[in-house]
Structure formats: C-alpha cells, structure tokens
C-alpha cells in the first residue's frame, strides 16, 4: 500500500486540535483534527471520541494517492456527527 497525506475536519468547522483515531484503535492518536498527516491508501474510519470511548463525529472514507497530494495540499476527510 501507498502512504498519502490526509486532513480531517469536521463538517460545523469545529474541533480543531482535537485527537483523532483511525480504523477504532482509541488507544494511539493518529493525528489531530485540523491538521495533515500521513496514512496509508485504502479504506478508512477516522474518528472522535468522548470520554467514554463513544465516537462522537466519523467518517468512512477511501483514501487514494491522488496527483499533488503533500502536506501542504492533503486529501481531505469531512468528519460527521455521530
């Protein structure tokens, strides 16, 4: 698999700086809301979570290597509430 870079935002703009978990691991933060990082191409369920584990905004989405994707222009991924 390829490695791309992401942004996830939330679809009301808020939440930025928030952990954000990838594929239900709500162990390791996989990046912060907000800001860009690197994943691997392929499907993939992004998501906050509340104190209780409960995932409180998510989206399920297909990340492919697309053409001048870096960290200055990542693909973005629109978090929805739960």
């Known amino acids: ?4 870079w992401v942004r996830a935002v939330r679809s009301d703009g808020g939440g930025i700086g928030e952990n954000l ?3 239900g691991n709500y162990v390791d933060v996989a990046a912060l809301v907000g800001t860009a ?3 691997e191409t392929g499907q993939h369920t992004f998501e906050t979570v509340d ?11 297909t990340v492919d290597a697309t053409e001048n994707n870096s960290q200055e222009h990542p693909d973005r991924v629109v978090l929805r509430r739960v």
């Open 1 to 4: 698999m390829a490695e791309t």
């Open 37 to 39: 990082f690197v994943t």
């Open 51 to 61: 104190q209780n584990l409960s995932p409180t905004w998510r989206a399920v989405a």
């Open 21 to 23: 978990y990838l594929d």
